[in-house]
């Protein structure tokens, strides 16, 4: 499997409050990717990152930002967390874009 | 607007071939079509990848008509561990890139003894 690990794997937080979910590879890959995985929904793309400092929004990208400072770690920040942020978050990576992507195990996230 | 369109569920029993059908509506010329796999509380595995007509690796084939706007994939033989949601991958040819990046909304297979 892939080197990918998603940090914290669950989290139980309340409206209002600030989150920040890492991305960790050991792949050195240049594309991440941070999905939200709700039900009826599939996966929806929130934001990606083709490169240090290179980003761009996804399908659904409203109340999230995201930063990457080095190839290995990729940041998604939820600055006010609201209930409508509850889901599953996926990160991804790949060579290129539309490439194989490689999926992190998941971080579940509850905000009350 | 793109819209990546794939059946709710399915349900089959062992040893039967499997076929699900996705549409993507307006994929771009050069794009690949890709389709994943996904068990509970797992993130997605890739199957298969394909660009037209047909692909085949040791776990499914992949059909894609000439004019690209749908997809099936093809899982021979299935057993219980089949038992999965799959996604097809497809996007925009128009947009931005993260326009190509949408994915159906998942394919539940049941697979019956």
């Known amino acids: 499997d892939a080197g990918i690990t998603q940090s914290p794997r669950h989290k139980v937080t309340e409206t209002g409050t600030p989150v920040t979910l890492r991305c960790h590879q050991t792949?050195?890959?240049?594309?991440m990717y941070w999905y939200r995985q709700d039900p009826g929904h599939g996966l929806r793309l929130i934001h990606y990152?083709?490169?240090?400092?290179?980003?761009d929004k996804g399908e659904v990208s409203d109340g999230y930002s995201v930063s990457r400072s080095k190839t290995e770690d990729f940041l998604l920040t939820l600055e006010s967390a609201t209930s409508s942020q509850t889901s599953v978050y996926f990160c991804?990576?790949?060579?290129?874009?539309?490439?194989?992507?490689?999926f992190g195990p998941g971080t579940r996230l509850l905000v009350l | 607007l793109a819209k990546t369109t794939q059946p709710i569920s399915m349900d089959s029993y062992e040893g039967q071939e499997v076929n699900i059908t996705c549409s993507h509506n307006?994929?771009?010329?050069?794009?690949?079509i890709t389709w994943y796999q996904q068990f509970p509380s797992q993130g997605p595995r890739f199957i298969i990848q394909?660009?037209?007509t047909k692909v085949t690796n040791e776990v499914a084939s992949l059909f894609i008509p000439a004019d690209r706007k749908s997809s099936t994939l093809s899982l021979p033989r299935v057993s219980l561990s089949d038992t999965a949601v799959y996604y097809c991958?497809?996007?925009?040819?128009?947009?931005?890139?993260?326009?190509?990046?949408?994915f159906g909304s998942g394919t539940r297979l049941s697979i019956r003894p």
């Open positions: 991804a990576i790949s060579e290129l874009l539309l490439e194989t992507q490689y």
């Open positions: 792949e050195n890959h240049r594309y």
């Open positions: 990152s083709y490169g240090v400092k290179d980003t």
């Open positions: 307006n994929i771009a010329t050069n794009d690949y």
């Open positions: 394909g660009y037209k």
């Open positions: 991958l497809g996007g925009s040819g128009e947009g931005s890139s993260a326009s190509k990046i949408i």
